[in-house]
């Protein structure tokens, strides 16, 4: 039940946000869609609705979005770099790596910006055993270890202090 109120509440928020300036039909049709929804799909939403109270959650956030930008501006460079320079290496594999992440959502959010930084891409993720396989277009290491200080440590640092 929690969790369909926070999921209502930020769903609220949320179109509150997109619909501005406030006027009533906008409210009322916030409100009917955001219980909609949270009545649909709260139970999904989150396990731990009690983490959304958690202020430090929210300045890690802030923290990880420009990190995220500035890593997906350099890997952009990258791979255009080699699609421009025939004579750059490219080395393409699978790669396995390792995490730490055990939530849904943290495992999410690290397949997502793995997958969003241009060069990598998660093909597969094994939550129990808390492996990731990612695509490499030049990979510089078979190594897990080496992989996952390369790809998933820089990400997998912040998320966990956001959603663990």
């Known amino acids: 039940m929690k969790s369909k109120l926070v ?6 928020i949320v179109w509150s946000l997109l619909t501005w300036p406030l006027d ?7 409100l009917i869609v955001a219980a909609f929804v949270a009545f649909i799909t709260g139970d999904l ?6 983490h959304f109270g958690h202020i430090t959650r929210y300045i890690w956030f802030c923290y990880y ?11 952009n460079i990258d791979v255009a770099l080699r699609v421009l320079n ?13 995490t ?13 910006s ?11 993720i094994d939550g129990e055993k808390g492996v990731l396989y990612i695509h490499w277009i030049d990979v510089k290491t078979q190594d897990t270890d080496k992989a996952t200080e390369l790809i998933v440590r820089p990400f ?6 956001i959603f663990e």
Do not use: Y
């Open 7 to 12: 999921l209502f509440i930020v769903g609220f």
């Open 24 to 30: 009533f039909q906008h409210l009322v049709v916030g």
């Open 45 to 50: 939403f989150s396990r731990r609705p009690h």
């Open 65 to 75: 979005v420009p990190m995220f930008l500035w890593s997906c501006l350099k890997a």
């Open 86 to 98: 025939p004579k750059l290496p490219i080395n393409p594999g699978i790669v396995k790596v390792k």
């Open 100 to 112: 730490t992440l055990k939530s849904d959502t943290g495992l999410t959010f690290l397949a997502n």
């Open 114 to 124: 793995i997958t969003l930084t241009p060069g990598t891409l998660c093909v597969d």
């Open 156 to 161: 997998e640092k912040i998320l966990k202090k």
